[in-house]
Every structure is written in structure tokens, then in C-alpha cells.
């Protein structure tokens, strides 16, 4: 069982940056690929980056590539999502979640994802 709680969810200012945490609880967070889905309001749920167990492989969206680095600390049973160059299409709320998968493209589906935070909104806006 892993228990997620996202951090770092903020208004922000267009070509500003911000980092969002992910912190877990539980022994298994290590053995789980981590991965940030985000949501916008009225559009379906969309894959934002993912991280795999031991931190050997990062996959990206490619409207993201280039503007986010996804890290893990598991010392600290935590993800960091920095995002960087934001711009007002990034609004929404972000998701952190855990799964066994090990490889993309299963990284990509939200169905893959045993366990979800509760999300952190994010806007981004003058």
C-alpha cells in the first residue's frame, strides 16, 4: 500500500517556474515507477512525465519535453516535478501516482496507476 500527497500547487506567472513534491508513505515506494498525470478543467486526464523505480528512466509528454525534469529521492519516499517555462495551457490540477509497470508505453495510461494522490492545482496567470 502506498499512500500519495502532492505539494507545491500555486498560482504562478507565464514563463515563471515552480516545483510540485510528491510524498509517500509506505515500504514499497521504492519498488514503484512514479508518474504525474495533470487535468484541466472540462478535458480528460492527461500523462505528464513518469519516473521509473530507481530513477534509471524518465519519460515525458512531448508537449512538456524540454520544460519539466521529473526526480526521485527515495530516501525521502519523494518525487519532484519542476516545471519550468509555464505557460496558461499548464493550468490545472496535478496528479502523482505509483505503479508497478516498468517500461512506456504503459507509463502513458492512467489505468496502469495502483495508487493516486489527491491532486494540487496549479494556475498559471497574470
Known amino acids: 500500500q502506498v499512500q500519495l500527497v502532492e505539494s507545491g500547487g500555486t498560482l504562478a506567472q507565464p514563463g515563471g517556474s515552480l516545483t510540485l513534491s510528491c510524498a509517500a508513505s509506505g515500504r514499497t515506494f521504492s519498488d514503484h515507477t512514479m508518474g504525474w498525470f495533470r487535468q484541466a478543467s472540462g478535458k480528460a486526464r492527461e500523462f505528464v512525465a513518469a519516473i521509473s523505480r530507481g530513477g534509471s528512466i524518465t519519460d515525458y509528454a512531448h508537449s512538456m519535453e524540454g520544460r519539466v525534469t521529473l526526480t526521485r529521492d527515495d530516501a525521502k519516499n519523494t518525487v519532484y516535478l519542476q516545471m519550468d517555462s509555464l505557460k496558461s495551457e499548464d493550468t490545472a490540477i496535478y496528479y502523482c501516482?505509483?505503479?508497478?509497470?516498468?517500461?512506456?508505453?504503459?507509463?502513458?495510461?492512467?489505468?496502469?496507476?495502483?495508487?493516486w494522490g489527491q491532486g494540487t492545482q496549479v494556475t498559471v496567470s497574470t
Open positions: 501516482a505509483a505503479t508497478r509497470a516498468t517500461s512506456s508505453p504503459h507509463f502513458y495510461y492512467s489505468w496502469n496507476y495502483d495508487y
